[in-house]
């Protein structure tokens, strides 16, 4: 009841609201009129002599509009409808009689499985009931086919008088597509061929919509393999279309990049449906006249048109929410007809023909779409190219320092020391740059440590560091500027880690030696009376004691900061030490365990 109350335009769409219940449509058409008398005159004359016509002429009257009572006239000329129904031995309405004879078999079919189904819900209703779908019974237009015209039907110009809700257009567009469907099962029906369809019966009648959609799906000049299950040539239109926006608007091209826009995001309802989308119908007719005169290479102009009328608004766009809507809703002031068609007429010339010949063959060497850009856009990254080049002449320059650096003879410093300097902070830096005095100053000054005695598990491996500050770390120009030093040779590993030898352990219960072994550096041999001292004290059995030792040798479980080269070393007691350590923890433990498991307390004095 709305729709027999809704007011319709001049094309026979409804004015209804605003957005999509609109359809998105807008109805204020523009004022040139074509459809003078005189104008159909000339243009009657013109379609009697149009294949000996030549294209300038064409494109002369093309660009002031073909009359609307000629349309039908025109598009089934330039399409050569005659041609293409004597290449297909096919009669419309006796396929029409076999498809329609068809689909009343398997509505039968359906209503047979309904029954059934209800059936068996009624006497066995815990058991799931049999499928009522139809299968595919080798017939086409193909069950899935029809399915799926029959879902479009009512998607399609839902707006228009003909394809309203019980619209007199919606039948013919039915029938139009499951012959087709019948006609070319290998592509059957595709979403966007009612479009096609629906502006042709806006035109003509059902017989001839059905000759110029066939000529249009199935020949190479327009749109033949748009509509297969891979979509394949649409991407490769969407790729070249990406270049053609590349090369002749490179800075849109760059901005859409980099918001993440792809082709494919609107440019497949603008190739699919034939540009039906726009909101000007006057706008649509006029780009139809120029794409059945130019072919599928059309689109490509028409949509290089509509991205030089909307650079202004896409480019002070910031985000991909932004810019996507806008593209799929076009606004109706930057399609108007006549600003429009001039822009479309003006780029349809031999240099735009260049660049999509180009950008093809960029395409097969294996060139990113977004990539063919013209030569004075190939060095710029992104639209900001200034600060992009400073940054890319200072890293150049750093580049040839370093290589100078390098060429000039050995590194300085092995490249575990570049890692070292960037986590080392400042006062480490002043640290390592200490003077000789302190350093000696530091050596005579006494530690005390704390020596644990809790060994690990004897089951588990034991290893000792036996280990003194190399030589080359303790030289003058060392003491001056530590590892940061280009004098430094030594290994990093030397002056963190020292090297490790295996400590033999043996189970409980077995016999010890007490014996002291021998120290494994000979770095040992050069220390000072004080040293040895200190090793004296360590020898002496007793569980915990605190005694004075230089810096050079500290207990495996402490760490002593020596300034002299600002860095944590770990030494290791001797080996006879260690020994006494382990023996003494060993002897607690068994008198713990025997105190657990006696009832009369024993007595320690003699521990």
């Not at 050569?80 to 039968?108: G, I, K």
């Not at 200072?394 to 986590?423: C, M, Y």
């Amino acid at each position: 009841s709305r729709m027999e109350e809704v007011e319709y335009d001049e094309y026979g769409f409804g004015r209804i609201g605003d957005g999509e219940d609109n359809d998105w449509r807008c109805h204020n058409y523009s004022s040139h009129c074509t459809d003078s008398f005189t104008a159909q005159r000339v243009w009657k004359k013109l379609l009697k002599s149009w294949s000996t016509t030549s294209s300038q002429q064409k494109i002369l009257h093309l660009a002031q509009g073909v009359p609307r009572p000629l349309r039908a006239k025109f598009w089934q000329t330039q399409l050569d409808v005659s041609s293409v129904q004597a290449s297909f031995p096919l009669s419309y309405p006796s396929t029409l009689d076999t498809v329609r004879a068809l689909l009343a078999q398997r509505q039968e079919k359906q209503q047979t499985l309904e029954s059934q189904r209800k059936q068996w819900v009624r006497d066995c209703p815990l058991q799931d009931p049999p499928s009522d779908t139809l299968e595919e019974d080798g017939q086409y237009p193909s069950v899935k086919a029809v399915a799926q015209i029959r879902l479009d039907l009512e998607r399609t110009f839902y707006t228009h008088q003909l394809f309203r809700a019980g619209g007199e257009g919606l039948q013919p567009l039915f029938n139009v597509l499951v012959v087709y469907a019948r006609l070319n099962p290998s592509v059957g029906y595709c979403q966007g061929m009612a479009y096609i369809v629906g502006v042709l019966l806006m035109v003509m009648p059902e017989e001839q919509a059905f000759w110029c959609a066939v000529s249009l799906f199935e020949s190479k000049r327009y749109f033949n393999s748009f509509y297969s299950e891979s979509l394949r040539r649409v991407q490769h239109e969407a790729d070249v279309f990406t270049g053609l926006i590349a090369r002749c608007l490179p800075e849109l091209s760059i901005k859409l990049s980099g918001i993440g826009i792809h082709a494919l995001m609107y440019c497949t309802p603008w190739f699919m449906c034939a540009y039906t989308s726009l909101p000007c119908w006057d706008t649509v007719l006029s780009l139809w006249d120029y794409l059945i005169f130019a072919g599928s290479s059309g689109i490509h102009t028409v949509g290089l048109a509509l991205f030089t009328a909307c650079k202004d608004d896409l480019l002070s766009k910031e985000s991909l929410g932004d810019v996507l809507p806008y593209l799929q809703h076009l606004p109706a002031a930057k399609t108007q007809r006549e600003a429009l068609m001039k822009a479309v007429w003006t780029l349809h010339s031999k240099e735009t023909e260049d660049h999509v010949s180009a950008v093809e063959d960029s395409l097969a060497r294996g060139v990113a779409p977004d990539q063919c850009l013209p030569s004075a856009w190939k060095r710029m990254n992104k639209v900001g190219s200034s600060a992009s080049k400073a940054q890319e002449d200072s890293a150049q320059r750093h580049k040839r320092v370093r290589t100078d650096r390098e060429s000039s003879g050995p590194p300085s410093t092995p490249s575990i020391f570049k890692r070292i300097l960037n986590s080392l902070s400042t006062p480490l830096r002043n640290n390592v740059q200490q003077s000789v005095q302190v350093k000696k100053a530091v050596e005579r000054k006494a530690v005390q440590l704390s020596i644990s005695t809790t060994p690990g598990p004897l089951h588990s491996p034991q290893t000792e560091r036996l280990t003194s500050i190399p030589a080359s770390a303790c030289s003058p120009s060392f003491v001056r500027s530590g590892v940061l030093s280009p004098s430094f040779r030594g290994s990093l590993q030397d002056l963190l880690l020292s090297p490790t030898r295996s400590l033999s352990i043996r189970h409980r219960g077995s016999r010890r030696s007490t014996k002291a072994a021998p120290p494994r550096s000979p770095e040992f041999s050069q220390f000072s009376p004080e040293t040895a001292q200190a090793f004296r004290q360590f020898k002496t059995r007793t569980p915990v004691k605190t005694v004075q030792i230089p810096p050079s040798v500290c207990s495996a479980h402490k760490r002593v900061h020596t300034p002299h080269h600002g860095l944590d070393v770990l030494l290791s007691p001797p080996d006879s030490v260690r020994m006494e350590m382990r023996e003494l923890s060993e002897h607690r433990r068994m008198l713990k365990a025997k105190r657990r498991v006696s009832a009369k307390p024993l007595n320690f004095t003699n521990v």
